[in-house]
């Protein structure tokens, strides 16, 4: 399976724990035998604070700017599964790119999941937008009314023709539901 990344950080697992989920995730679906791209947006934080700039398990690119993207369009027609992640910079329109370009399953994967319930609650669409979100999205609470870390793509779904949203977040833990989208 051929599978595009877009996340926070790769790079650098300064300040964030975005790096070091992101290296587990990936050093998996590597040993699985799957090929992976990982686009990181360049940035100085990061840049000047890399530990991990050429991994072993999959290839590493950076962009500077949402039309800098544009180069790496072929890669994300061509992948089987894109993924953009939870504060990706300019994350809405990273996903609305991904949309509209991927032809494989596309998926937002969270790793901050409380702060991102709390951004959709408050309006705060930084980097995830209900428009985005297909109107059946569910994100469940756990019994222990901890937020579910992980949001994956239901590839059995149908997508209508005239639908430019094409993410479905499916929890794997039961509890309460809340409802998000347009």
């Not at 930084?126 to 239901?154: F, Q, V």
């Amino acid at each position: 399976m051929k599978l595009v990344v877009l996340g926070l950080s790769l790079s650098s697992s300064w300040g964030n724990g975005h790096a070091t989920t992101y290296r587990a995730l990936l050093k998996s679906f590597a040993d699985r035998g799957h090929e992976i791209l990982f686009l990181e947006r360049d940035v100085a934080w990061y840049r000047d604070n890399r530990d991990c700039a050429n991994p072993d398990y999959c290839r590493l690119e950076f962009y500077r700017s949402l039309k800098e993207l544009e180069k790496w369009r072929s890669e994300v027609e061509s992948a089987d599964a894109v993924i953009v992640g939870s504060y990706v910079p300019d994350g809405v329109e990273v996903g609305r790119f991904v949309q509209k370009h991927a032809r494989g399953v596309t998926a937002f994967y969270d790793i901050d999941t409380p702060v991102t319930l709390a951004k959709l609650e408050r309006g705060d669409f930084e980097y995830l937008a209900p428009e985005l979100i297909p109107t059946s999205i569910c994100i469940c609470r756990s019994p222990a009314d901890r937020p579910w870390t992980g949001l994956k793509a239901n590839m059995d779904r149908p997508r209508p023709a005239h639908s430019t949203a094409r993410w479905t977040l499916m929890p794997m833990l039961p509890g309460n539901c809340r409802r998000y989208g347009t």
